[in-house]
């Protein structure tokens, strides 16, 4: 796991090494560079030592014959079978890194090596012969991968801090993006807040002749939109589930330095531990305590934590949280993150992330893509249950939506029966998306200025998610759907995206075995009876956890791995929300109207609105620009000239 950038004419040798230097927390362990000064090619790395600690493995790997040379981040876990594959048609090699297999593989195979891959990746290949940059992300956009493309010509990064160094020019705002990020919390889709940096989707490849994009494609198809028919019987997949995690947790044990995991007490959390203690008895694995108690309706951690560590017998480091070290590290948060991600977890991974470290473990497993596979978010319990009010006229659907929307906020009871009729007079994918958002569109339109709204126009937030769905069948059911958006944007853009940036700020590679190819596939036969029965989601995989986990911690309530951000908000956080959204802040950053802003603060103080999330991407959003409008890394800071 690394940090990787480069360009194709839009660079420098002086600005590669400034790129590279802002992405040394992600590889402590080494750093290289390459070029071609006659194409104008630079590839840059920095090493996070995994799998083939020597030299061997260094990065960017050139070719035995000097043909092809890679920049790569991320894990091939199928790479030993690859490899013994290679050796019978040939292949010699100098180590025994996955980098130097997916290096020879492509030789085999050229681009058809990515459906030869079981990992997470993004990497960039040159390829002499071709003269071309061959660029490609995993199936679920694991690993991260910004560009941008423009006169001078193409460059890209893991992070946005490194691209911003990369091409300085890049720092126009993209109001489209800002509306995403502040009616999801995150941005889905390939755009970020600046304009001219985009994000590989998850699953596609580009490939880059003379600075600019040649071709651009999706390589991997998420199941549903193949038509893989879910006709599985219930035993089978049990036992499937219960066989294809354990071959999936097993896989990713792969490693050449010391592996432990994420155990939040959750099921999946839970389920991912226990399979790996089969390979690694005695795992070490870490929680979070939230100290100063949870918001209404939700449930600590730390005890099913400890319950299934004893139960597993795996010894468990907990991190101590509280508002205090929150409001400390948030504005450093939001830098390191490169996109304004309005949510309390990322704090989370990095306080985890950096024990880890510190207890000498460079590999956790997580159990991130449980809920977005199997089912496991109330909004899937609502979509189930759609079918008794969904048949309405729109009208009635509306009014409906109308008087929940007037429910008491403060009842967390009354405030998630009006977030399952938000949207209720759209029609059927736009209403799906809407379980997404953290506030009414019409209502987020009277916190912007006249110019923002007039940038804006008329492109609904939801558009990517919207798009992305079209080309589905209609007979696909309105639960699989969603299941299309939670990996394809929730997890990408949202879980996955802060997951990466805050465990590679401590140099820790985290890895996720719901999300192994072989079980997504799998999943996909499983009938959504099986995965969402009645109000319980993820049936089959609590059957199949089962023989392996205590059932009070099986069929647990359901919490998030956050923290009470709403009496936060409205308490220890206040001086902060002051701070960053004070009436001469907002004027001078010219997005948001003060008044209306104000009027939202107001209300939330009062408990007349649910709107501490809202507050919390506006905050971030300002602390975003103060990072990377206002200001540029210091490191990065050097004239446009160059």
């Known amino acids: 796991m690394c940090g990787i950038a480069g360009y194709f004419g839009a660079g420098s040798r002086e600005r590669l090494a400034l790129a590279t230097r802002c992405l040394a927390h992600r590889g402590p362990d080494g750093d290289g560079m390459w070029f071609d000064r006659e194409r104008g090619v630079g590839l840059g790395h920095r090493r996070l030592a995994i799998v083939d600690l020597s030299p061997a493995g260094a990065q960017p790997m050139v070719s035995a014959d000097g043909v092809a040379v890679l920049t790569f981040n991320g894990e091939i876990y199928n790479f030993r079978e690859l490899r013994a594959e290679l050796e019978t048609q040939g292949h010699r090699f100098r180590g025994h890194s996955d980098t130097e297999v997916l290096l020879e593989l492509y030789l085999e195979h050229g681009e058809a090596v990515l459906e030869r891959l079981n990992g997470i990746f993004a990497f960039a290949l040159w390829d002499s012969r071709s003269k071309s940059l061959f660029v490609a992300r995993d199936a679920f956009g694991v690993k991260p991968l910004y560009y941008t493309e423009g006169a ?141 108690g949870q918001d209404s309706g939700t449930t600590e951690d730390l005890p099913y934590a400890q319950h299934v560590a004893q139960h597993l017998e795996v010894p468990l480091d907990v991190v101590r949280i509280d508002a205090a070290r929150m409001v400390a590290d948030f504005e450093d948060m939001i830098a390191q993150l490169d996109e304004p991600l309005a949510d309390p977890a990322p704090l989370n991974v990095l306080y985890i992330c950096r024990l880890a470290r510190e207890q000498g473990v460079k590999v956790l497993l997580s159990g991130a893509g449980g809920d977005d596979v199997f089912t496991g978010y109330r909004r899937h319990v ?39 009729f938000t949207g209720a007079g759209l029609e059927a994918d736009p209403r799906l998306a809407t379980y997404f958002a953290w506030g009414r569109e019409e209502d987020l339109l009277q916190l912007y200025t006249l110019q923002t709204r007039a940038a804006l126009g008329n492109e609904a937030a939801s558009a990517p998610m919207l798009d992305f769905l079209r080309p589905l069948a209609t007979s696909v ?40 190819l072989d079980l ?123």
């Open 152 to 292: 001078a010509g193409f460059a890209f990064a893991s992070e946005v801090k490194a691209l911003v160094c990369l091409a300085p020019k890049t720092r126009e705002l993209d109001v489209a993006a800002l509306h995403r990020y502040l009616s999801f919390l995150w941005c889905p889709g390939d755009g970020t807040l600046l304009r001219s940096v985009r994000k590989l989707s998850p699953g596609q490849a580009m490939v880059v002749l003379a600075g600019r994009i040649s071709r651009h494609w999706t390589w991997y198809q998420l199941p549903v939109f193949r038509g893989v028919r879910a006709n599985l019987s219930a035993a089978d997949s049990i036992g499937g589930t219960a066989s294809g995690l354990r071959r999936a947790v097993h896989r990713q044990l792969v490693a050449d330095v010391p592996v432990g995991a994420f155990l939040s007490g959750g099921l999946d959390s839970s389920a991912v531990v226990a399979f790996a203690r089969e390979r690694a008895a005695g795992i070490r694995c870490f929680t979070i305590e939230v100290v100063g």
């Open 382 to 420: 609502a979509v189930n249950y759609e079918y008794l009010w969904r048949w309405l006229p729109r009208a009635l659907r509306r009014e409906i939506e109308q008087a929940t929307s007037r429910l008491d906020q403060r009842d967390f009871r009354l405030r998630r029966l009006a977030k399952v």
């Open 477 to 516: 059911e309105p639960l699989d759907r969603m299941l299309v958006l939670e990996q394809r944007f929730f997890l990408a853009d949202h879980n996955l995206a802060y997951t990466d940036r805050m465990s590679m700020a401590t140099g820790v590679e985290v890895r996720v075995p719901f999300l192994d």
């Open 520 to 642: 997504v596939e799998y999943a996909a036969r499983i009938p959504l009876s099986f995965k969402q029965r009645r109000r319980m989601g993820k049936w089959v995989l609590k059957k199949a956890l089962e023989p392996y986990l205590p059932r009070d911690v099986i069929y647990r309530p359901k919490t998030g791995f956050g923290a009470p951000m709403r009496r936060w908000v409205r308490r220890e956080l206040r001086p902060l929300v002051s701070e960053l959204l004070s009436p001469e802040s907002l004027r001078r950053r010219g997005l948001f109207e003060p008044a209306a802003v104000w009027r939202l603060v107001e209300q939330n103080d009062r408990g007349e609105r649910d709107a501490s999330y809202t507050l919390l991407s506006l905050m971030s959003v300002e602390s975003w620009c103060r990072a990377y409008l206002d200001a540029m890394p210091a490191e990065c800071a050097l004239e446009a000239r160059t």
